[in-house]
């Protein structure tokens, strides 16, 4: 179900009451992002809304008023900082009992995250998931005036409204996201679950958004998706990803186009072409294979093969002589063998990555995943992942 501007509008009410407020007071807050370049783009947001009500936002947090915390889910190494941050808020809470403290993001979009949070962090204020963020100022008028714990899990996904104030952290390099959700539900991720299924901005709006990016002095515009390369998927209009790019590149202004992120499966021989044509376009490519082993691709959902993946690449090398390639290995996934692993050593060595950003397996609730046997110890996962850290420098080297 869409969200309307009209919600937002019902929003702007509270956001002049607190504005009013606000004057006598000189409330300041502090926004910690956790997470992807998604989370910055909406605690972007975040603080729209709040500079709009008259809030100071500093990078202090000691001394706010307010303190919201946008969370991630994808590793548990992630939630486990959230944990450890939030428990440390509970003496600032003692020195000041009127100051508030908020939690919100993927993380808190997990019905048993915002129950722990309500039991074991009970000075937390606010708990806000994925798909409330335009209900901001409500929340925040119900905390701050009717003195109410609140807990807002709106499982009621669709697009933001797109008259949310944005107040942008850079003054030249800028985040645009193009659309929202995951439909691909890999075996080890959350994000579906917590982010909701795809659904993609109107091109028009897109194209204003970046066009005024521009004209107020933007040289840098990133395009953010879970999945960039799906982008159209449910508009009206007849718009895929690459014709996006095409339609961006001809705009005015001296500016460079980045995007992530794409999932091999969608990426196209077409979309290299498109990128190897439009000069505004960067040729760097973020393109995450995970593994180098088809059957633990399998295994992951991922419907892609390996020599998919070697055509894709060897393709964009071609078309594209100064491509900068990087990608994501997981490591120690569920029923990971000496095999597979070996393969994706295999792999590495074939392509040659740029950049390889390595991560070790970790179980996320809800996820078909989390239900797979897992043998492998923990030290050799490890261990595995230092090997690969070895490999990558020593190829990252003899590319200089």
Not at 1 to 12: A, E, G
Not at 124 to 133: K, Q, R, Y
Not at 164 to 170: L, M
């Given at each position: ?12 009410m ?17 926004v910690?992002t ?54 440390a ?6 020195q000041k ?26 000075y ?14 409500e ?16 499982h009621?996904?669709?697009?933001l ?15 645009v996201?193009i ?40 040289n ?70 995970q ?21 894709l ?24 063998m ?17 950049f ?35 490999l ?9």
């Open positions: 179900m869409k969200i309307l501007d009209t919600d937002f509008d019902q929003q702007n509270y956001i002049e009451t607190l504005r009013q407020m606000n004057k006598l007071n000189k409330y300041k807050a502090y910690k956790y997470g992807c370049q998604q989370n910055v783009a909406d605690s972007e947001k975040i603080k729209g809304i709040l500079h709009e009500i008259g809030y100071e936002l500093i990078n202090d947090v000691q001394n706010a008023d307010l303190i919201i915390y946008n969370t991630c889910a994808i590793r548990e190494n992630a939630e486990d900082r959230v944990f450890g941050n939030t428990g808020l509970k003496n600032l809470k003692k009992s009127n100051k508030t403290i908020a939690l919100c993001g993927c993380m808190t979009q997990q019905e048993h995250i915002a129950q722990k949070i309500r039991e074991s962090y009970p937390v204020d606010l708990i806000m998931g994925t798909h409330s963020l335009h209900l901001l100022p929340l925040l008028y119900k905390v701050i005036v009717s003195k109410q714990k609140i807990v807002e899990i709106n009621r996904c669709g697009l409204p797109e008259n949310i104030p944005i107040y942008r952290s850079d003054s030249k390099k800028g985040l996201p659309m929202y959700g995951c439909d691909n539900f890999c075996t080890y991720c959350v994000v579906p679950y917590v982010r909701g299924r795809e659904y993609s901005r109107k091109s028009s709006n897109i194209i204003s958004e970046i066009q005024e990016m521009v004209n107020n002095g933007y840098e515009i990133t395009l953010l998706g879970h999945n960039v390369n799906s982008y159209g998927k449910g508009l009206s209009e007849n718009v895929e990803f690459a014709t996006l790019l095409q339609t961006i590149n001809a705009l005015d202004g001296d500016f460079k186009i980045n995007f992530m992120t794409s999932h091999p499966k969608d990426f196209s021989k077409r979309l290299i072409d498109v990128i190897s044509n439009c000069e505004k376009i960067s040729s760097h490519l973020h393109l995450p294979v593994s180098g082993s088809n059957r633990i691709l399998k295994l992951m959902n991922r419907k892609y093969t390996i020599e998919e993946y070697k055509s690449v060897d393709y964009a090398k071609d078309a594209i002589p100064d491509l900068v390639l990087s990608s994501d290995i997981l490591v120690g996934f569920p029923g990971e000496v095999d597979d692993f070996a393969m994706t050593k295999e792999l590495i060595k074939y392509v040659k990555f740029d390889l950003y390595t991560f070790i397996y970790s179980k996320r609730e809800k996820t078909a995943a989390a239900k797979m046997e897992d043998n492998t110890p923990l030290e050799e996962k490890h261990r595995r992942l230092s090997e690969l850290l070895d990558q420098t020593s190829i990252h080297s003899n590319l200089k």
